[in-house]
């Protein structure tokens, strides 16, 4: 028995048993430890899982509302369009009806300004007539001659005023 009395054999024993006293509870602290690591990381992880979801769920709605934007734009753009074309339409239906309207009074500026020319000619070959019809008559009719032809003017004009 001389290994028990050995003091290095006693050293040993006394490190193997602290050893074995301090392993069961630094073990359990040291397991403890590694578990709520485990559990902080996996809850992260649950954490990251859910952000990208939702990440994901917004840039989907995110993408369906720019596809809706540009739907939206393309029938603003459409709409834009017929309305524009309906515009230009109507304005040249208005020009249409605005020349018509135009050559239409220029015409009856013309025919009035002609009217007023034939009355004016008509006015003033009247004018001539009756000086050269006065002058044929002066020329040709006496005193008593024009006489009786006044005094028969006379008596037919109540006939003629029927």
């Not at 074995?20 to 430890?33: D, F, I, M, T, Y």
């Not at 009247?126 to 020329?139: F, K, N, Q, W």
Request: a negative charge; hydrophobic letters at 50%; glycine letters at 2%.
């Amino acid at each position: 028995m001389h290994l028990f009395a050995d003091p290095e054999f006693w050293v040993l024993v006394a490190a193997v048993i602290f050893a074995a006293g301090v392993w069961k509870p630094a073990r359990n602290a040291l397991l403890g430890a590694l578990d709520e690591r485990a559990v902080r990381i996996r809850a992260e992880l649950n954490e990251a899982q859910k952000l990208r979801e939702e990440a994901e769920q917004l840039l989907a709605q995110y993408q369906q509302r720019e596809r809706e934007a540009a739907a939206e734009a393309e029938a603003i753009v459409a709409h834009a369009r017929e309305e524009a074309e309906r515009i230009a339409a109507q304005s040249a239906r208005d020009l249409d009806e605005a020349l018509v309207r135009r050559q239409r009074l220029a015409e009856e500026r013309i025919a009035q300004a002609e009217a007023k020319a034939l009355d004016e000619i008509r006015s003033v070959a009247v004018d001539i007539a009756i000086g050269a019809a006065r002058e044929v008559i002066v020329s040709q009719i006496d005193e008593q001659r024009g006489a009786a032809l006044l005094d028969a003017a006379i008596a037919a004009l109540p006939q003629r005023l029927r």
